[in-house]
């Protein structure tokens, strides 16, 4: 069956650290591999786009790896900051279905002072 | 910055009830989505639409559900004979038609409460 997992519910960390979210897929050819960011009670805002013969792409303090041998994408956010605290959610796009997007479940980050 | 508008942000009705709830995309994007997210669960893909048709839709989106778009502005969600485990947070969400990055732009959502 068709999966998209997102290793983490939840990941604490502290102030100042990298955090690492990771995000799986089985059975699926991306092409391309999206993150968002998702606030309580609020709608998902687009952050970062990997294509699928792309290996890293960054934004500022973010950045995003895709390696489709393992199936998987790593989002990175470093010296991160309690601003920062929120659900980070992967999703993929494939060709064959081209106007759909299917999210995995999220990981929660809290960032401590 | 352009953004895409929803309402009402808080819909209560009665069980086997009809409810619409309303979008405005982003005036020049082509796509336009549904997606429901029911409470902590993942947000789950209901329909695509494109040039006046549905583009694609899962396996949620049955009869029960129909989507329209009655004017150049607003996009429709229509739900028919409400029933409790229809209760969720749908979202609403418009694309540049670049299906290469299909970026999408989300509502603040409508919070569906059926009793």
């Known amino acids: 069956s068709q999966k998209i997992e997102q290793n983490s519910e939840a990941l604490n960390i502290q102030e100042g650290k990298t955090a690492t979210l990771t995000c799986n897929y089985t059975n699926y050819s991306p092409a391309y591999l999206q993150w968002y960011r998702q606030d309580p009670g609020r709608g998902p805002v687009f952050l970062l786009l990997?294509?699928?013969?792309?290996k890293e792409k960054r934004k500022e303090r973010l950045k995003v790896t895709f390696d489709t041998t393992l199936k998987q994408s790593l989002f990175h956010i470093t010296a991160s900051q309690p601003a920062d605290s929120a659900t980070y959610l992967c999703a993929l796009g494939e060709y064959s279905s081209a106007s759909k997007i299917i999210f995995g479940s999220g990981t929660r980050l809290s960032i401590r002072p | 910055e352009p953004e895409v508008t929803q309402t009402p942000s808080h819909q209560v009705t009665q069980m086997g009830q009809e409810v619409i709830l309303r979008c405005v995309p982003i005036s020049n994007h082509l796509y336009f989505y549904w997606y429901r997210q029911i409470l902590g669960q993942k947000v789950e893909f209901l329909v695509s639409?494109?040039?006046?048709?549905?583009?694609?839709k899962s396996e949620i989106f049955d009869d029960q559900f129909s989507v329209e778009r009655p004017d150049g502005s607003n996009f429709t969600l229509k739900i028919r004979s409400t029933k409790l485990e229809d209760s969720a947070m749908y979202f609403c969400?418009?694309?540049?038609?670049?299906?290469?990055?299909?970026?999408?732009?989300f509502g603040a959502g409508t919070r569906l409460s059926v009793l």
């Open positions: 990997i294509r699928e013969n792309e």
């Open positions: 639409f494109y040039n006046n048709e549905i583009s694609e």
């Open positions: 969400a418009s694309s540049d038609g670049s299906l290469t990055k299909n970026i999408q732009y």
